[in-house]
């Protein structure tokens, strides 16, 4: 069966960086899209970012863009998130999510890591 | 950025209801819209792709419709287990967008 399971997460101080890992398994992890999703303590869903299945293609929210950076390795099964720069309103859980087919959203998700950013 | 306007944003209800929660895309998105249910705590959980096709174990009380701009997730009986929170997405064009949410709680 699917799982996907981040990693990764924990405090940061405001301008600091931190990477995020997401390992997929019982499923053939170079064919599919996959993205990242957060919620803020309290609030609702906000897409952050996708790569297409073969890396080529990178998407980004515009509240990221230019300071995080999705990427993977599928050798690993391994989708990251390097995020730089990090802001207080950066503070969620991040989950990773994987494609239904080439591209649409799906419906396997990880269980979440909390980021926080805080001083 | 497309944006998603998810209302209500919260309703009260009771078992056996029928509730209606509605999306509104700000341009057009063919009928490429999610449905989520997240339970506190929880990760989210797909109920409804393409708009109107319902994902495998989902219970046929859910239902979508729309089209375009418009879209509606429909609860035809309400059950205990459906008090939780609904989000749209799209799925159309990047960045992909979520709408706000709607709590579905206990009347």
């Known amino acids: 069966q699917v799982h996907l399971v981040e990693s990764g997460g924990g405090v940061v101080q405001p301008g600091g960086s931190l990477g995020l890992s997401c390992e997929g398994s019982g499923f053939t992890f170079s064919i599919f899209a996959m993205y990242w999703v957060r919620q803020a303590p309290g609030k609702g869903l906000e897409w952050v970012a996708g790569v297409s299945y073969d890396g080529t293609n990178k998407y980004y929210a515009d509240s990221v863009k230019g300071r995080f950076t999705i990427s993977r390795d599928d050798s690993k099964n391994t989708l990251y998130l390097q995020m730089n720069t990090l802001r207080g309103e950066d503070t969620a859980v991040y989950y990773c999510?994987?494609?239904?087919?080439?591209?649409?959203?799906?419906?396997?998700w990880g269980q979440g890591t909390l980021v926080t950013v805080s001083s | 950025a497309i944006q998603m306007t998810q209302s209500p944003s919260s309703l009260s209800a009771s078992v056996g209801d029928r509730v209606t929660i509605t999306c509104r895309a700000s341009?057009?998105?063919?009928?490429?819209l999610v449905w989520f249910q997240q339970k506190p705590g929880k990760a989210p959980k797909l109920l409804i792709y393409s708009a109107s096709i319902l994902q495998s174990g989902v219970p046929s009380r859910f239902s979508g419709s729309g089209s375009g701009t418009d879209f509606t997730l429909t609860i035809s009986s309400l059950q205990p287990e459906d008090f939780a929170t609904y989000y749209c997405l799209q799925d159309y064009s990047y960045p992909w967008t979520f709408g706000q949410g709607t709590k579905v709680d206990i009347k």
């Open positions: 999510a994987r494609a239904r087919g080439t591209v649409a959203m799906g419906g396997y």
């Open positions: 341009q057009g998105i063919r009928n490429d």
